[in-house]
């Protein structure tokens, strides 16, 4: 039997929100098994991969996700310049507590842009160059509040459901041209958005994962690696969980 081996060598890959904790994470990771990465993000991030930057395989971009024009225009550049586009992970994403009476309409309108149309646009100017190689890997991030709602996060949760939904549809309208899309849905994993709710609900939150600690970005970046290789070549229209068995079952700390 032959070695079962990650590869991603001649693979250009789009990553967004690479500038700090899971898209970091999955920015390095891709580039460690061969893809040339194009990491986009809204912040300044390039000081994050000073050893890939240096290498010419990883390229940091700053955009606005949310302005259709600059991202059609950068996905274009990224075509002509490297003549392909093998794989896009949407990873860029906000997450902002608010009960719905209290929610602003900047509120609703931020978190649906930030995770849910920036998304979109980005699927929409990369779908032309997939469907011309006929091959790709589009992988969304959504979370387990797509499908576990939380109080206080209305409009998170509801652009994650929507994430999920867009994924299943993609897989479908896809399919006939080879190119597969999926989505991972974290728990809580240890990065900077999760900062504040690790800090306030620590215990509470430990509780229900029944592997009994958070995530690392590491991990969520192992399984978005897999999902973008040729071992899931068969896998499409899949919300992959990265969440420690959370919420499979009710009570899990009553295991000792």
């Not at 390039?46 to 949310?66: A, C």
């Not at 930030?114 to 699927?123: D, G, Q």
């Amino acid at each position: 039997m032959s070695e079962i081996k990650i590869e991603l060598n001649g693979k250009v890959a789009i990553v967004t929100g690479v500038a700090q904790g899971m898209g970091r994470a999955i920015g390095k990771q891709l580039f460690a098994l061969g893809a040339t990465v194009v990491g986009l993000d809204k912040n300044d991030g390039s000081t994050g991969f000073p050893e890939e930057i240096n290498t010419g395989r990883f390229i940091f971009k700053q955009v606005d996700l949310r302005d259709r024009d600059a991202v059609r225009e950068l996905t274009a550049g990224i075509g002509k310049a490297h003549g392909t586009i093998d794989i896009l992970v949407n990873n860029a994403g906000i997450l902002e507590r608010a009960f719905l009476e209290d929610m602003t309409p900047a509120h609703w309108e931020r978190i649906l842009d930030i995770n849910l149309v920036a998304m979109v646009n980005l699927c929409q100017a990369v779908i032309p160059f997939m469907k011309r190689q006929r091959r790709g890997k589009i992988i969304n991030a959504s979370s387990i509040l797509g499908g576990y709602p939380d109080v206080g996060l209305t409009a998170y949760s509801i652009s994650k459901a929507s994430v999920n939904t867009l994924t299943k549809i993609l897989a479908a309208e896809l399919g006939p041209y080879n190119i597969q899309v999926n989505a991972y849905a974290p728990g809580t994993i240890i990065t900077p958005m999760t900062e504040k709710l690790r800090r306030e609900r620590a215990d509470q939150k430990l509780e229900q994962i029944p592997l009994r600690r958070f995530g690392r970005a590491e991990e969520v970046a192992y399984a978005v690696a897999f999902l973008a290789s040729n071992l899931a070549d068969y896998i499409s229209g899949a919300i992959l969980p990265v969440d420690g068995a959370s919420l499979v079952v009710q009570r899990p700390q009553s295991v000792s």
